[in-house]
């Protein structure tokens, strides 16, 4: 395991269709996050899943955006009727849990345009 | 609330010039981590330093170096002698809290490094 993979790296779509992206995670690592990053910001956080418990969510997911991750391992991000708005570069990033705030690893991201 | 301001956009050196980049945070809490990460043109964020708020001594891993100063709520990053391969954006991050805590971070500094 040489870090965290996500999958597809690019993804075009349609205004109103819906698009799933994977993450794998470092395997020893309990927590992953999601973060979404537009041109010329820095990433923001979208959601956060400690063993395959969702605990936290930014008000930037709205009810269109949907995360899980089953088992504790993988996660999706499912994006519904996608909008113009949503083109992005969706990161992912795992890190191991315990008391002090570790570091988290990023993958390489999924571009996402919507045309 | 947490907030990070990188107030350089962009900085464009010679190579062997030395460059820091700057960083400065606000939080209300006593407890918090800052972190830098580099962000080459591929696009995957790598982890570069964490630092938590109790330790305000400055570090050195090879060209790099890092000043904490929590009396100037700043944590600035030197690059001594830079390299071509240097130039990427470098993002600033803060995580308050001693457990989880999500990443906040600034809009990020494009460095280029000319030959």
């Known amino acids: 395991d040489t870090g965290v993979s996500q999958d597809p790296r690019h993804k075009i779509t349609k205004r109103g269709q819906n698009v799933t992206f994977r993450c794998d995670p470092i395997?020893?690592?309990?927590?992953l996050y999601w973060y979404r990053q537009t041109l010329g910001q820095g990433p923001e956080f979208l959601t956060y899943f400690q063993n395959e418990a969702q605990l936290e969510k930014s008000r930037l997911l709205s009810d269109r955006f949907s995360a899980e991750r089953p088992k504790g391992s993988f996660s999706t991000l499912e994006i519904q009727r996608t909008e113009q708005g949503d083109s992005a570069m969706y990161l992912c990033?795992?890190?191991?849990?315990?008391?002090?705030?570790?570091?988290?690893?990023f993958g390489q991201g999924t571009r996402l345009t919507v045309v | 609330a947490q907030k990070v301001t990188q107030a350089q956009t962009e900085i464009s050196v010679v190579e062997k010039e030395d460059v820091t980049l700057d960083c400065v945070y606000e939080?209300?809490?006593?407890?918090?981590?800052l972190f830098w990460y580099k962000q080459p043109p591929s696009g995957e964020l790598v982890f570069l330093i964490r630092r938590n708020s109790f330790d305000e001594q400055n570090e050195i891993s090879g060209r790099y170096s890092w000043n904490f100063q929590k009396s100037t709520s700043s944590f600035n990053f030197t690059i001594t002698a830079s390299q071509v391969v240097d130039s990427a954006v470098y993002f600033c991050?803060?995580?308050?809290?001693?457990?989880?805590?999500?990443?906040?971070f600034g809009k990020g500094t494009m460095l280029l490094v000319s030959p």
């Open positions: 395997s020893e690592h309990n927590r």
């Open positions: 991050a803060l995580s308050e809290g001693s457990g989880y805590s999500t990443l906040t």
């Open positions: 939080t209300r809490d006593t407890t918090y981590y």
């Open positions: 990033a795992s890190s191991s849990g315990g008391a002090v705030n570790t570091e988290a690893f």
